[in-house]
């Protein structure tokens, strides 16, 4: 079992940027994927990024490519969301999710969840 804590999160202008951090308990935080989701008011909850165990293979959602960068310490058991270039749209509750089986866009493959970080964007 794995607990996620998230921090990071704020409010920032339109084109600045934000750096997310989410800190994994357990000794086996090799052996998950990361993930990070956000979830604006009235939306569902939508994948951002992820990041699987080896390798450190990246996937991006279109509307973050370019802008966001997932990363992984392990030596510290913390994933990061780098976030620049932020817009109006992204304003939403930002979610670190662990996966102990496979690599997935969907959030109901995720075993582990944090509390969330609330982003907010002024325009």
């Known amino acids: 079992q794995v607990q996620l804590v998230e921090s990071g999160g704020g409010l920032v202008q339109a084109g600045g940027s934000l750096r997310l951090s989410c800190a994994a308990s357990?000794?086996?935080?090799?052996?998950?994927?990361m993930g990070w989701f956000r979830q604006a008011p009235g939306k569902e909850r939508e994948f951002v990024a992820a990041i699987t165990r080896s390798f450190g293979g990246r996937d991006y959602a279109d509307a973050v490519k370019g802008r966001f960068t997932i990363s992984r310490d392990m030596d510290k058991n913390t994933v990061y969301l780098q976030m620049s270039s932020l817009e109006f749209d992204d304003t939403a509750v930002y979610y670190c999710a662990a996966s102990s089986t496979y690599y997935s866009r969907n959030p109901a493959a995720y075993d582990y969840w944090g509390q969330g970080t609330q982003v907010t964007v002024s325009s």
């Open positions: 357990g000794r086996t935080f090799s052996s998950y994927v």
